[in-house]
């Protein structure tokens, strides 16, 4: 209920501050037990009641209107809280004066309590008090902007990478198309044009999600084998191998069709078959995803790996050190390895999406 009008971050630090000034204060003035408490609790809800208008004052957009807001309320429910105090010293203080020993010689009332009071304002410094407060408020609260526009940054990022996958792959299916029917092939270049339109369809939809599961991903991949499969006919294959209960993992989207598109270029000489090889292994807390394809051609043939770089770059932006991808020959075959911390919910900083090869 009371979340509804102050912040977390607000009701901890009141107790915080609240907690530490009333112990000191008993300390201090040993016998002030009950007025302690009152000054406290009027202190809290003041407090509270602080945090709640800061709130709204630190959504102003001027950093000079907020600063000056911010401190003129702090002066001001500093006053009030010293009125207060004041007032209860005098109000309620001849109350509680028969439970305070007196001094030997001097006879406390009201209005010395209240002198006294007054007297330790200057240990109390309540501007300090609700200055600190409404500080450490506006320091947490630049420090989620600051969060928030880092991720904002991340997430472009990886959105421009993730775009890059779409003028790549779509170049080169144009340019087999434009090829099959400079042959006459016409029926194939119609099955390409139909296959590409289903691809597009699937990694159009539903982009505003920033993870998907494997098993949607390892059938996208299953629609990107049929357009290159018109271009390769009966020589590609995509075989994937059976996931050991794995297809709920949720994994950035486009993650693993570069990497079979990189296995397809150099498993490929024109002639011989390329049977491209998926299998997923799970470790400990961690999920590995290996691409394999009979390696074809010579090691100065493999290009400029500027999509298995942005692979890297992505999966960096995700998960920083806990996910890599290593790539390259490995005796007869190329073999592309991801790995990446199996998580079924979402990535460290909640923001996905990946590119070509």
């Given at each position: 209920?009371?979340?509804?009008?102050?912040?977390?971050?607000?009701?901890?630090?009141?107790?915080?501050?609240?907690?530490?000034?009333?112990?000191?204060?008993?300390?201090?003035?040993?016998?002030?037990?009950?007025?302690?408490?009152?000054?406290?609790?009027?202190?809290?809800?003041?407090?509270?009641?602080?945090?709640?208008?800061?709130?709204?004052?630190?959504?102003?957009?001027?950093?000079?209107?907020?600063?000056?807001?911010?401190?003129?309320?702090?002066?001001?429910?500093?006053?009030?809280?010293?009125?207060?105090?004041?007032?209860?010293?005098?109000?309620?203080?001849?109350?509680?004066?028969?439970?305070?020993?007196?001094?030997?010689?001097?006879?406390?009332?009201?209005?010395?309590?209240?002198?006294?009071?007054?007297?330790?304002?200057?240990?109390?410094?309540?501007?300090?008090?609700?200055?600190?407060?409404?500080?450490?408020?506006?320091?947490?609260?630049?420090?989620?902007?600051?969060?928030?526009?880092?991720?904002?940054?991340?997430?472009?990022?990886?959105?421009?990478?993730?775009?890059?996958?779409?003028p790549h792959f779509l170049f080169n299916a144009l340019a087999s198309m434009e090829g099959l029917m400079t042959l006459g092939r016409t029926a194939d270049a119609t099955r390409m044009l139909h296959s590409l339109?289903?691809?597009?369809?699937?990694?159009?939809?539903?982009?505003?999600?920033?993870?998907?599961?494997?098993?949607?991903?390892?059938?996208?991949?299953?629609?990107?084998?049929?357009?290159?499969?018109?271009?390769?006919?009966?020589?590609?294959?995509?075989?994937?191998?059976?996931?050991?209960?794995?297809?709920?993992?949720?994994?950035?989207?486009?993650?693993?069709?570069?990497?079979?598109?990189?296995?397809?270029?150099?498993?490929?000489?024109?002639?011989?078959?390329?049977?491209?090889?998926?299998?997923?292994?799970?470790?400990?807390?961690?999920?590995?995803?290996?691409?394999?394809?009979?390696?074809?051609?010579?090691?100065?043939?493999?290009?400029?790996?500027?999509?298995?770089?942005?692979?890297?770059?992505?999966?960096?932006?995700?998960?920083?050190?806990?996910?890599?991808?290593?790539?390259?020959?490995?005796?007869?075959?190329?073999?592309?390895?991801?790995?990446?911390?199996?998580?079924?919910?979402?990535?460290?900083?909640?923001?996905?999406?990946?590119?070509?090869?």
């Open positions: 209920m009371l979340n509804r009008f102050v912040s977390r971050e607000s009701l901890i630090l009141a107790i915080c501050i609240w907690t530490i000034h009333a112990l000191l204060e008993i300390w201090i003035t040993d016998g002030f037990r009950y007025l302690t408490l009152l000054w406290v609790t009027h202190g809290f809800l003041l407090m509270l009641l602080l945090g709640a208008m800061l709130d709204r004052v630190l959504l102003i957009r001027s950093p000079i209107a907020r600063i000056a807001v911010s401190t003129a309320l702090a002066i001001a429910f500093a006053a009030l809280q010293t009125a207060l105090d004041l007032t209860v010293s005098f109000t309620i203080g001849e109350n509680i004066l028969h439970e305070i020993q007196s001094p030997p010689g001097i006879e406390l009332s009201a209005a010395n309590l209240a002198f006294q009071t007054a007297a330790k304002l200057t240990f109390k410094i309540y501007i300090w008090l609700f200055g600190f407060y409404a500080a450490i408020l506006a320091l947490l609260a630049a420090i989620r902007d600051i969060w928030q526009a880092r991720l904002a940054v991340q997430h472009a990022q990886i959105e421009a990478m993730r775009l890059q996958i779409n339109s289903d691809f597009y369809r699937s990694t159009l939809l539903d982009r505003d999600d920033n993870m998907t599961s494997l098993e949607e991903e390892l059938e996208l991949l299953q629609e990107y084998a049929a357009v290159e499969r018109v271009r390769f006919g009966d020589r590609l294959r995509l075989t994937i191998e059976d996931l050991p209960d794995a297809g709920h993992v949720l994994v950035p989207p486009l993650l693993l069709q570069p990497l079979v598109e990189n296995a397809i270029k150099h498993g490929d000489d024109g002639t011989s078959p390329s049977h491209v090889t998926i299998r997923v292994q799970l470790k400990a807390d961690q999920i590995e995803i290996l691409v394999t394809n009979p390696l074809r051609r010579s090691a100065g043939q493999y290009g400029t790996g500027t999509g298995l770089a942005n692979v890297r770059r992505r999966l960096n932006l995700l998960y920083e050190d806990r996910a890599g991808l290593e790539a390259g020959p490995q005796n007869s075959e190329w073999l592309a390895r991801v790995w990446l911390p199996m998580d079924s919910t979402k990535p460290p900083h909640e923001v996905a999406r990946l590119t070509p090869s």
